[in-house]
């Protein structure tokens, strides 16, 4: 049985996994584990320094960014679009 999308958390990969360098308006992230480096953009890169490791529903992720970012134009769906492309790259994962 699926986890209610409100109870479903999201975590970035484990920090040590990682390596992001920010390049003007694209970060660089290359995922250890899969040897697979990835050019991000915003928000990409936003919701990544948000969740951190400990994790996040996609409500309160919504919250914070639109608080910390002054999103005008916050949206649940297209929220869950962004983490779905997160969690294909192993970027991001939920629990």
Do not use: C
């Not at 005008?72 to 790259?89: H, I, K, P, Q, S």
Request: hydrophobic share 50%; charged share 25%; net charge negative.
């Amino acid at each position: 049985m699926a986890l209610a999308d409100d109870t479903v958390l999201y975590r970035m990969a484990r920090a040590e996994s990682l390596s992001i360098v920010h390049l003007d308006s694209f970060s660089a992230v290359y995922h250890r584990a899969s040897g697979i480096t990835h050019l991000i953009t915003a928000p990409a890169p936003e919701i990544l320094a948000t969740l951190g490791e400990a994790g996040m529903t996609r409500a309160a992720l919504l919250d914070r960014l639109a608080r910390d970012y002054a999103l005008g134009d916050a949206d649940m769906d297209v929220l869950r679009e962004r983490l779905d492309e997160l969690v294909a790259t192993g970027l991001v994962s939920r629990a």
